[in-house]
């Protein structure tokens, strides 16, 4: 070895001084949680390809609620699932107060007060009968200006019902921007705006569609960003912080920490990434299988899109790895 020999390996010699050199940590309150709540349901019910995430009943998502807060979560990012009967073409139960989402946000907003950070899924998918995020044309094409009108209307029911952040994910163009004007029109200037800002058009989301019943047949192709394409995230998340976006984020996460990357260090908003359901299934699967360590993989994961920039992560491990974080691990 050359002199002066140089041994990285000091640096990882003991547990104590690899803490002291860790260069990233997970903290809980860096950590949203997602949670289904299903209209009608009085009992909890278990999602076959999500295995361990409930469609909440209404009671059951108030209590898990405040065992989220209890672990030291940052946030809970609310789905609504209405039954058939209640989606049609213009997804209205999104808008409507008595809808299962709006509804969802007053009991967490009553459970939980500002001890976290209630926000929903402002998007359609889950209230129209034909699963897409926006209204249809007459020839079956996502109208993306109809579209934004009624985002507007959703936007401001979700805030009349107390949320204190929408996520809009629907990847219509102009949708922060008209968000956030109808948001301030109806007097919610202090409702913050999540803009999944690159969203990408991923075949991850399989397990999510199971989880909210999704009614899709086809893609979101023509809505959702093209994996294949990085530059584009950057042109995306630019219009969204124009339009008045307050945090942005990346979606999926562990298959594009590049496009972390490049969005941490393009702006100056907060960055988050959501791990979604597909990512989180196949370490489940894996784990069940006994073909990995699920807790180090979790956390690892969870590491490494931290890592990659993204300052708040979205994943259905959250109370869970929140606990495991707390004991050290
Ligand atoms: C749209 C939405 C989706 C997800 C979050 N919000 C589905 C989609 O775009 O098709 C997916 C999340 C996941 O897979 O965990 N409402």
Redesign the pocket.
């Known amino acids: 070895m050359p002199y002066p020999e140089i041994r990285p390996r000091r640096l990882r010699r003991t547990a104590a001084v690899r803490r002291l050199v860790s260069e990233t940590r997970v903290d809980p309150a860096e950590l949203v949680v997602?949670m289904f709540v299903k209209e009608g349901l009085t009992e909890p019910r278990q999602i076959a390809s999500l295995p361990g995430v409930l469609q909440h009943s209404r009671d059951s998502l108030r209590k898990a609620a405040a065992e989220a807060v209890q672990a030291g979560v940052g946030g809970i990012m609310l789905?609504g699932v209405p039954v058939p009967v209640s989606r049609d073409e213009r997804g209205s139960g999104g808008v409507d107060p008595a809808g299962i989402l709006n509804v969802a946000i007053r009991d967490v907003v009553a459970e939980v007060g500002d001890t976290t950070v209630v926000m929903s899924?402002l998007?359609l998918?889950?209230f129209t009968s034909h699963g897409h995020?926006g209204l249809l044309t007459g020839d079956g094409a996502v109208d993306n200006d109809a579209t934004l009108a009624a985002y507007a209307e959703m936007a401001v029911a979700q805030a009349d019902a107390g949320v204190g952040m929408v996520g809009t994910?629907g990847m219509m163009d102009g949708q922060v921007g008209v968000v956030r004007r109808a948001l301030d029109a109806a007097g919610h200037t202090d409702v913050a705006v999540l803009a999944y800002a690159a969203?990408y058009a991923s075949a991850?989301?399989g397990?999510?569609?199971d989880a909210v019943e999704s009614a899709l047949d086809g893609d979101?192709r023509t809505y959702?960003q093209d994996p294949a394409n990085l530059r584009e995230s950057l042109r995306e998340v630019a219009l969204d912080v124009a339009e008045g976006a307050d945090l942005v984020m990346v979606k999926p996460a562990l298959p594009y920490l590049d496009v972390v990357a490049a969005v941490r260090a393009a702006v100056d908003v907060p960055v988050a990434a959501?791990q979604?359901?597909?990512e989180y299934a196949m370490v489940e699967a894996a784990a069940a299988n006994g073909w990995i360590d699920r807790e180090r993989v979790m956390l690892e994961t969870l590491t490494s899109i931290r890592r990659a920039g993204a300052q708040i992560i979205l994943t259905y491990w959250a109370v869970e790895a929140a606990g495991l974080l707390r004991q050290g691990y």
């Open positions: 997602p789905f899924d998007c998918d889950e995020c994910s969203k991850f989301y397990p999510f569609r979101r959702q959501y979604v359901s597909g």
